[in-house]
Nanobody
Framework: QVQLVESGGGLVQPGGSLRLSCAAS????????MGWYRQAPGKQRELVAA???????NYTDSVKGRFTISREFAKNTVYLQMNSLKPEDTAVYYC??????????????WGQGTQVTVSS
């Protein structure tokens, strides 16, 4: 089985910064794409940022220029650096990873979610 453990959420004032981390462990042959999703109260879950093994990144328009996704392959870890945070960024943030298991089967896994609250 695969586990994704998130950390770094919390309460921050508008304009502040947070850095989220997500570490994957377990039966992992290879991690493919990794990403961050978020779900705000009363809203659908949306993709925030994703990063492929090639390093190619993709961001939702609302966070472009403010958020940066990165990964450390040796640590099976993905990060989300969030700058210039706005109240509308308030949400539960979920890490996601596409994993190839030792049986060469691909599956998607989710982290437990971490709360990010942007408020004065």
């Amino acid at each position: 089985q695969v586990q994704l453990v998130e950390s770094g959420g919390g309460l921050v004032q508008p304009g502040g910064s947070l850095r989220l981390s997500c570490a994957a462990s377990g039966s992992i042959f290879r991690l493919n794409a990794m990403g961050w999703y978020r779900q705000a109260p009363g809203k659908q879950r949306e993709l925030v940022a994703a990063i492929a093994r090639s390093g190619t990144t993709n961001y939702t328009d609302s966070v472009k220029g403010r958020f940066t996704i990165s990964r450390e392959f040796a640590k099976n870890t993905v990060y989300l650096q969030m700058n210039s945070l706005k109240p509308e960024d308030t949400a539960v943030y979920y890490c996601n990873a596409e994993v190839i298991g030792y049986g060469l089967k691909t599956a998607s896994y989710w982290g437990q979610g971490t709360q990010v609250t942007v408020s004065s």
